[in-house]
């Protein structure tokens, strides 16, 4: 069980490390690559995904998302430990990653002037403010996800893998093409949470860093990157029980 959190922690931590990294590469002023666009973004969280699965596959499958051991758990695999250290390691983990994108990136807040943008390295937000729409947007995205994710298990003959992948005969190559293609097809509406972990902790550092020049954490629209990506999680888990 401790490796399960610990692994939990460094995966989701080199996820949130590099996928918010992309962003504030992209989003801050005077950063070398400012404005280069969705494609970097959405390349860099899928190869984000690939070195958090790389690190956290041995131990604990590599989950590195709320969203996917609650799906796995939905669809009855069987998990080397309980869905709250899985859960406990995510967020941990998450938390941290987004520490340390402050702190790589310290010399570029102060010269980034709209405080949107800062919060937007740390956590998603709407292109367009529809609440039930952005929720949707989330349910499917994750739905998509963890869907297969499943289905990657049953090609390596577990459709109950505790590895999201089947990761010793697949590898983390699968699942990071899986997110990119996410990202590129229906990330637009919200920015592709997909992930309850990866948001919500980002968005607790965003609250209690002292970021130069900072505004709101948004925590009116915090519950549509948590409660959408856990509901598509599941009915993807609960799905596949019927279809492999």
Request: charged share 10%.
């Amino acid at each position: 069980m401790e490796n399960v959190f610990v692994s939990e922690v460094f995966g989701t931590f080199m996820l949130v490390l590099l996928g918010d990294g992309v962003v504030a590469n992209v989003l801050l002023n005077e950063s070398k690559g400012k404005d280069s666009g969705w494609m970097v973004i959405s390349t860099g969280w899928g190869l984000a995904v690939f070195v958090g699965v790389i690190v956290a596959g041995p131990f604990s499958g590599a989950h590195i998302n709320p969203a996917v051991t609650l799906g796995l758990a939905a669809s009855g695999a069987e998990l080397p430990a309980s869905v709250f250290t899985y859960i406990a390691g995510e967020m941990t983990g998450a938390f941290l990653g987004a520490v340390v994108v402050w702190i790589t990136y310290l010399s570029h807040w102060r010269v980034t002037d709209d405080p949107g943008l800062k919060l937007a390295v740390f956590s998603t937000g709407p292109a367009i403010r529809k609440p039930f729409n952005n929720f949707i947007t989330e349910v499917v995205g994750t739905f998509v996800l963890v869907f297969v994710v499943i289905a990657f298990g049953v090609q390596a003959g577990d459709p109950t893998a505790a590895t999201p992948m089947g990761l010793a005969s697949l590898g983390a190559l699968p699942v990071a093409l899986l997110v990119w293609g996410i990202g590129l097809s229906l990330g637009g509406p919200t920015g592709y949470a997909i992930n309850p972990a990866r948001d919500l902790g980002p968005r607790i550092a965003h609250q209690v860093l002292p970021i130069a020049g900072k505004g709101s954490s948004d925590w009116a629209y915090s519950w549509i990157p948590v409660l959408g990506p856990i509901t598509g999680g599941v009915i993807a888990g609960l799905l596949a029980t019927a279809v492999f």
